[in-house]
């Protein structure tokens, strides 16, 4: 990976209205409340700051009593209220975080994909259970996943032991920090990344690959 300096990233982790900051939320695995048996929640285009919900596109439904919805690990927050990224079956898109709460038990996430990046400078990585890449504007190097380890008896955070196409060996943790900010967006994330080699350590924010 090229020298860069660190990224700094703040985390912080506050009680909102119609959040929580529980350990359910943190592995993205929610279930559907406050919504009338027969009906559904509805699953929206992205929402933007002055917007209405009838203004954003509707891309799909929920039925309410629907316990497998998944979350990508980004929110944000669009005047009074939290927004989720999520996807359910073939749909993707946002749904208003009032209406979910924490699914029953902990889903295993060391077969899924992360999504990570980070400013100043632009980077980004993708860890899989098998291998990912590791990107700048300038560059692109593949990545080998040697190992996925979970913290000892609990399911988080995920240490990724990772040799990149140079045969040098790259560490990248996963975890829950509750918020995480990339400094430049709106976005929030559940997810935060260390990732380091010999000569550099990035930190910045991740998502599921839903």
């Not at 929402?47 to 929920?62: A, L, N, Q, Y």
């Not at 040799?163 to 790259?170: F, S």
């Given at each position: 990976?090229?020298?860069?300096?660190?990224?700094?990233?703040?985390?912080?982790?506050?009680?909102?209205?119609?959040?929580?900051?529980d350990?359910?939320?943190?592995?993205?695995?929610?279930?559907?409340?406050?919504?009338?048996?027969?009906d559904?929640l509805?699953v929206?285009?992205?929402?933007?700051?002055?917007?209405k919900?009838?203004?954003?596109?509707?891309?799909?439904?929920?039925?309410?009593?629907a316990?497998?919805?998944?979350?990508?690990?980004?929110?944000?927050?669009?005047?009074?209220?939290r927004?989720l990224e999520?996807?359910?079956?073939?749909?993707?898109?946002?749904?208003?975080?009032?209406?979910?709460?924490?699914?029953?038990?902990?889903?295993?996430?060391?077969?899924?994909?992360f999504?990570?990046?980070?400013?100043?400078?632009f980077?980004?990585?993708?860890?899989?259970?098998?291998?990912?890449?590791?990107?700048?504007?300038?560059?692109?190097?593949?990545?080998?996943?040697?190992?996925?380890q979970?913290?000892v008896?609990?399911p988080?955070?995920?240490?990724?032991?990772?040799?990149?196409?140079?045969?040098?060996?790259?560490?990248?943790?996963?975890?829950?920090?509750?918020?995480?900010?990339?400094?430049?967006?709106?976005?929030d994330y559940t997810?935060?990344?260390?990732l380091?080699?010999?000569?550099?350590?990035?930190?910045g924010?991740c998502?599921?690959?839903?």
């Amino acid at each position: 990976m090229a020298k860069s300096p660190v990224f700094s990233v703040f985390t912080v982790c506050a009680l909102i209205v119609a959040w929580s900051c529980d350990t359910a939320w943190a592995f993205e695995s929610y279930k559907v409340a406050g919504v009338a048996k027969g009906d559904s929640l509805t699953v929206r285009e992205e929402p933007f700051d002055g917007g209405k919900p009838s203004e954003w596109k509707e891309v799909g439904r929920i039925p309410a009593d629907a316990t497998d919805v998944l979350g990508t690990g980004r929110s944000k927050r669009v005047e009074d209220q939290r927004w989720l990224e999520v996807s359910f079956g073939t749909t993707g898109g946002w749904v208003n975080a009032k209406f979910l709460e924490g699914a029953d038990g902990f889903p295993d996430l060391k077969g899924e994909t992360f999504r990570c990046s980070g400013t100043e400078p632009f980077w980004g990585v993708t860890l899989g259970p098998n291998g990912g890449e590791y990107s700048t504007p300038e560059s692109r190097t593949k990545l080998t996943t040697d190992r996925v380890q979970p913290a000892v008896g609990r399911p988080f955070p995920l240490l990724y032991r990772l040799t990149d196409a140079n045969g040098r060996k790259v560490r990248a943790t996963v975890s829950h920090q509750n918020w995480c900010s990339d400094g430049m967006s709106d976005y929030d994330y559940t997810f935060q990344v260390l990732l380091s080699d010999d000569d550099n350590l990035h930190e910045g924010c991740c998502v599921i690959e839903r």
